[in-house]
């Protein structure tokens, strides 16, 4: 339901089949190695996957497959039962997202951006799993950010809004005050969390905690959203700075998309062309 409500693949719904699998676990849940608890699951995810508090992933990939393989597939996600925010997405691999917490909807659309159309991140205040992941000097291979090496053939020339300039200037300096402030915030409770975790704080204790930290969370998400909104930019395509992990040398094709920022919201432009591609590539 939270894939063929979300376009494209809400208009090309015919074109694909969605299968479940599932195989119970002994216990509920995932590892989270930072605050030493550790779960008995059927796919083995753990978060602090290659060093990110939020990065979610299995390497136990004979297992995945051999649960896959009950039925015909072209690309796997896995669902994990935790209310704590966290997701991962590896082009032509597998997805995972954690199903109870409030942006479960957008961490699916998300991490399935990743793996099933291989788009890229175009955030880049948060801290992420990569170190030197683009070079500003090498034009990327996904078709949603770009180095602009050759401003007049920009990959996606043919989305281009008219008249539109490139680069395209936009309120990048008080977003990026604003945001940083909010990864410093985030990092904090993060690191509160895990610590009442790991010495076995009270259940209340932990749970005040999450619940604390998720209010600021969608708080900040509103903000955000109306911030890029009051924009002129709004809505046009073009070549904004700030994406690819990096706050200078990459660039994204719209102000906000889902690979920029939480929320229900669409696919920019160029996102939304490249997933119906991949739909086409498997279905035609």
Known sequence: QILIKQEPYKSMKESFNVYGVFKASEESGTDEPRADIYKNTTLNSTFNSLGSERYLLTEDNKTLRDLAAHVPYDAIYIMVNHKRYGGGGIYNWSCTFTADNQFQEYLFIHEFGHSFAGLADEYYTSENAYTDFYKPTLEPVEPNVTALLDSNNIKWKEYLSKDIEI???????????????????????????????????????????????????????????????????????????????????????MLDCIMFSKGDKPFCKVCEAAIIKVINHYSE
Request: net charge neutral; proline share 5%.
């Open 167 to 253: 680069p395209t200037p936009w309120e990048k300096e008080s977003f990026d005050e604003m945001d940083y402030a909010w990864q410093k915030l985030r990092r904090e409770m993060n690191n509160k969390t895990v610590e009442l975790k790991r010495n076995k704080a009270s259940l209340e204790l932990i749970e005040k905690a999450e619940n604390d930290y998720a209010e600021f969370d969608k708080e900040h998400s509103l903000k955000v959203d109306k911030y890029l909104q009051s924009s002129k930019y709004y809505g046009k395509v073009g070549a904004f700075e700030g994406a690819g992990y990096l706050p200078k040398g990459l660039y994204r094709p």
